[in-house]
């Protein structure tokens, strides 16, 4: 890595532009283009860190909405027309669930739009994991305003100590298979893990201690976070993907107010 | 700079006092080495000066320690942080930030030191331990050399007068043991720093140190000159044992000075061949052709091609990282080869399961408490027992045989290192597997721990099991291994008999041989065979 790495409110504030601007603009085309970019910057930018794996993680998690997302829209819901692709049988339902259906045809229109909105929200949620995948979430408790900083230092440790136990419990049910447990019990990995973890809290407080924490009231920042040009130019290029959703409310609304005859909803 | 008066040390719910009256005096820039066998309270002790022990784990001190002036009794480890700097045996343990520079950093901001000063310290700090090029790198992905190295940066920058470390060398291979602990004897002479280091393995550090510190059990201590302490000490590095052995009349600490000593003895003697036991009965139990595997998105293994007979106690050496652990858990069956193919005993490991599993390969992680999960010892021997199916009592028996005197009742925690390694080694045992596989088993031993693993490794070697180890410990290879697989980037760089492996290179020669060069010993016994 040559550069400084770039400030997380700025990432969080680029994602955050585009997320809003893809809502707006309700594209699936576009949204499909937007997340191709951020996962080629992704790809560019993200260092070797336990939390670059997010996006990844976003990613699968918003393929797994769209297919919830499909199958409560195919099963439940109201009856929307259109063409039928086929039939599921209907599930009576007490009388005092009016309105609601399950089973039933289903038609194309209902699959596509159902579709299209997991896909939506879907794109939303891969951006806001772009966005933790490129700032460290240790950098970004730094930009926190002091008050709240010994509530960071435990989220500093939680976060350290949580991909370790995710290890260690690998290598432990790893351990036991090759002792000959077919079936890896709960408490077989719990017991040792749990030991394991308190004796590395354990020494992660005596080491804390031992440099210092909490003896002195103020803390001292080692190059705090700073805003230069290359932080601005990327929240510009950002807010500039605002601009299509601003200028629609804006003429929405201003529309509204030059026609007074018409009644506002 | 730091004094002892009268110090003893009870920990809570315990009726052993691990330390006794002892009294020290350590001046500024001495270089002190603790010693001791496993459990005999060489952390405690270094914990002590800071005042971590009793502040942060309990237990009674009774007399008084002085550190600069300043005595623990009232202070806490907070408050001389400033002053003293402690590097605990799992550095990756005590990480608190993501990258090199910030946890360099955190000391000072916990202190709330100026930013230019600490632009400036931090920047001082990494060039005096060649960090600059890893400044921004997360240290989840620094070697374990390198992460050493960030622990006493991120020490050294308070500008403490005394640094205290724990084990520094142990997980390291030879090559980064040799770095460490040069960049400490560097600190020791140009900036006057006290260094305070306890170690198993001596060989590594006993031509560095001024004084030691001997731990002799049940809390009684002494602290003199090396020479002195050695020539009587029940823990000897090999070195030592050769001049107690070849009854030299005083005792040599360097390589140097003891090649001069034994300069008669290696032109008299003739060259002569160590014994090779090559068993005839011995058969093929592990082929490997060609195989490749990838450890996350790198290649771990490339084009590696071997195979390993019974009777056999193979090394598997090199650097951190080289792959040593992927070709142990891909002939275990732990690891699917990308291509290439390994068979042991005929099978593919991958498809073993259950009982036929463990029946076939014993396997010892580098942890061996990942295996264990009861709450006794007997509980664990009887759990062995029963999913092995063999008769209740065997793992006991086998365990007894390995660890006499422990108790059954104990909780598998609060056993020394040793003795947990021995339980893990007996619950593998019970399932009587044709292979046995050892991870790094010599981390944390003493030499008193290592030789009974060194006997019972070649006792079950000659039962016509096929032993594989992985480690950094040369001088665990130079008595027990009969052949070396030497890794490098994922290939075998060197596959031979023992002698001709550790003799080519010479960061990797254990320290007799360093001695007897060029003669091929590199044991103590191996000289004293050839005297007779």
């Not at chain 1, 308190?198 to 705090?224: C, E, H, N, T």
């Not at chain 2, 060259?271 to 195989?291: D, G």
């Not at chain 2, 290592?450 to 950094?472: F, P």
């Amino acid at each position: 890595m040559t550069h400084r790495a770039l400030h997380p409110l700025a990432w969080w504030i680029w994602a955050g532009s585009l997320a809003i601007a893809l809502a707006k603009s309700n594209s699936l085309l576009l949204s499909a283009s937007v997340v191709g970019a951020v996962a080629i910057v992704v790809s560019k930018k993200s260092e070797n860190a336990p939390w670059a794996q997010s996006f990844r993680w976003a990613l699968t998690m918003g393929l797994w909405i769209v297919i919830i997302r499909i199958f409560v829209g195919i099963t439940i819901g109201v009856p929307t027309y259109g063409r039928a692709i086929f039939t599921l049988p209907v599930l009576t339902l007490p009388t005092w669930m009016v309105g609601i259906r399950v089973g039933g045809p289903v038609t194309f229109e209902r699959v596509s739009a159902t579709a299209h909105e997991g896909f939506m929200l879907a794109a939303i949620i891969a951006l806001l994991g772009a966005a933790s995948s490129l700032s460290s979430p240790h950098r970004l408790l730094r930009s926190i305003p002091i008050m709240v900083y010994e509530f960071g230092v435990a989220v500093v440790i939680a976060t350290s100590v949580l991909p370790q136990i995710v290890t260690s419990a690998g290598r432990i049910r790893q351990a036991q298979e090759l002792r000959g447990q077919t079936s890896t019990s709960w408490r077989r990995i719990a017991l040792p893990l749990l030991e394991d973890s308190l004796s590395r809290s354990l020494d992660l407080a005596a080491a804390m201690d031992s440099r210092g924490y909490g003896f002195s009231r103020k803390r001292s920042r080692y190059r705090p976070n700073s805003w230069t040009q290359r932080e601005f130019l990327l929240i510009a290029l950002g807010v500039i993907s605002l601009i299509y959703p601003l200028v629609s409310v804006v003429t929405a609304t201003s529309a509204l107010l030059l026609a007074p005859g018409q009644e506002r909803p | 700079m730091i004094t002892f008066a009268n110090v003893s040390l009870i920990y809570p719910h315990s009726i052993k006092t691990v330390l006794e009256d002892l009294s020290f005096t350590v001046t500024e820039g001495e270089f002190v080495l603790v010693m001791g066998s496993t459990g005999s309270g060489k952390s405690s002790l270094l914990r002590l000066i800071n005042g971590l022990v009793p502040h942060h784990t309990g237990g009674i001190l009774a007399g008084d320690i002085l550190v600069d002036g300043i005595s623990t009794r009232n202070v806490k480890p907070g408050g001389l942080s400033h002053l003293i700097g402690i590097v605990g045996q799992n550095p990756l343990n005590g990480f608190v930030a993501d990258r090199v520079e910030e946890e360099i950093a955190f000391g000072m901001e916990t202190l709330n030191m100026a930013p230019e000063v600490m632009r400036k310290r931090v920047e001082e700090v990494l060039d005096l331990l060649s960090l600059a090029d890893l400044r921004d790198r997360s240290i989840a992905t620094l070697s374990g050399g390198e992460q050493q190295r960030v622990a006493i940066a991120s020490a050294l920058v308070m500008h403490p007068k005394v640094l205290v470390l724990d084990e520094p060398t142990s997980a390291l291979d030879p090559i980064a043991a040799e770095e460490v602990l040069s960049i400490l004897q560097r600190l020791v002479h140009d900036l006057g720093l006290t260094v305070i280091i306890s170690e198993h393995r001596l060989e590594r550090v006993i031509q560095f140190v001024d004084r030691i510190i001997n731990i002799e059990g049940d809390g009684i201590a002494v602290i003199g000159s090396p020479q002195e302490i050695l020539k009587h000490s029940a823990i000897a590095p090999p070195i030592v044992q050769l001049s107690r052995a070849l009854k030299m009349p005083a005792i040599s600490l360097t390589v140097r000075e003891m090649r001069r000593a034994t300069q008669d003895l290696r032109g008299s003697s003739i060259a002569r061949e160590r014994e090779s036991l090559v068993n005839t009965s011995a058969e093929e139990v592990i082929r490997i052709s060609k195989l490749r595997s990838v450890y996350g998105t790198k290649v771990a293994l490339n084009d590696i091609s071997l195979s390993v007979k019974s009777h056999e106690i193979v090394a598997v050496m090199g650097r951190n990282g080289a792959g040593k652990s992927t070709l142990l858990r891909s002939i275990s069956g732990i690891q699917k080869p990308l291509s290439g193919e390994v068979s042991v005993l005929k099978m593919d490991p991958t498809r073993l399961k259950g009982r036929e599993r463990a029946a076939s390969v014993g396997y010892i992680p580098q942890e061996p408490s990942d295996l264990l999960y009861g709450q006794s010892v007997e509980g664990e021997c009887r759990q062995a027992d029963k999913d092995n199916g063999v008769a209740p009592g065997t793992t006991y028996e086998i365990l007894t045989s390995l660890v006499p005197n422990i108790s059954p009742s104990v909780h598998p925690r609060d056993l020394s290192e040793g003795q947990r390694l021995g339980l893990a080694i007996s619950v593998v045992l019970s399932s009587n597997p044709k292979i046995l596989i050892l991870d790094e088993p010599t981390r944390g031993l003493d030499y008193a721990a290592k030789s009974s693993l060194i006997s019972l490794l070649k006792t079950l070697a000659n039962d016509g099991r096929a032993i594989i180890i992985a480690t950094h410990d040369v001088e665990l290879v130079a008595e027990v291994a009969q052949r070396i697989l030497f890794l490098a980037d994922g290939e075998i760089v060197a596959d031979g008999p023992t002698v001709d492996v550790l003799l080519s290179s010479p960061a990797f020669a254990p320290q007799v041989a360093k001695i007897m060069a060029p003669l091929p010993w590199l044991t103590v016994n191996d000289v004293l065979k050839s005297e007779l």
